[in-house]
């Protein structure tokens, strides 16, 4: 389930890629780097994370899992992936494509936190300093914790992607529409997808373990 919703989540941040109307906070710093950094996105994404790794291995290593592994070494390099071959097949489009493509990234992406998140095998670098900041050193609640740090990952990429030669036209591509309905609907559409299939279909599998111990 780790798996299969890290590679689905992967996918959807190529297709948010290509709708290029937003995408979320911490996908919108990564833009930033992107921009100035001239090095693959898989493997930009991959020291990111060994830093934010670091970090959570330090402060609190109990949100660190496989499924951490996983995200680390796997999301970006299928995102990579995932975006060059969409503008091989989805070249110039239209806006009402790109809201299509808009729609469709944040169902999936949604589909797949589900079964990663239902997993219980950790959490990516990035959700875990939230929870570092909220649960360990009780600097405040984690909603308004993890707001401050999406906050600050828009602005950050906002203004790395200017640095790195973006124009300010441009910025909507990276902190746009996309990302604000992330911001307030992921939460409920994840939810919907843990309670309609990804908590049912970890309970049938135990089941079926269940029966074949028996």
């Known amino acids: 389930m780790s798996l299969f919703g890290v590679i689905i989540c992967a996918i959807s941040v ?4 290509i709708a290029a109307l937003g995408v979320d906070p911490f996908q919108s710093l990564m833009a930033g780097l992107d921009k100035l950094i001239p090095i693959p996105f898989g493997t930009l994404y991959v020291i990111v994370n060994v830093l934010l790794l670091t970090f ?11 499924a951490t592994f996983i995200n680390l ?27 299509a493509c808009l729609l469709v990234a ?15 095998l950790g959490v990516s670098t ?36 200017v640095i790195g030669g973006g124009a300010f036209k441009e910025i909507p591509t990276i902190v746009g529409v996309g990302t604000i309905i992330t911001a307030f609907f992921m ?22 373990e269940s029966k074949k111990a028996e």
């Not at 190529?14 to 890629?17: A, R």
């Not at 959570?56 to 496989?66: E, F, Q």
């Not at 990579?80 to 790109?98: A, G, W």
């Open 106 to 120: 944040i169902v999936i992406i949604c589909f797949g936190s589900a079964f990663y998140m239902t997993a219980n």
């Open 187 to 208: 939460g409920p559409l994840i939810e919907f997808f843990n309670v309609k299939i990804a908590r049912p279909f970890l309970q049938k599998s135990a089941d079926k």
């Open 14 to 17: 190529g297709i948010f890629k």
């Open 56 to 66: 959570s291995l330090i402060a609190d290593r109990k949100n660190i899992g496989i």
């Open 126 to 161: 990035y959700d875990a300093v939230a929870i570092v900041f909220s649960s360990k050193w009780r600097i405040g609640k984690f909603q308004y914790v993890r707001i401050f740090t999406d906050v600050v990952c828009v602005i950050l990429g906002s203004v790395i992607f």
């Open 73 to 99: 070494f796997l999301l970006g390099y299928i995102t990579q992936f995932t975006y060059e071959f969409l503008q091989t097949i989805i070249v110039n489009p239209s806006i009402f494509v790109r809201f």
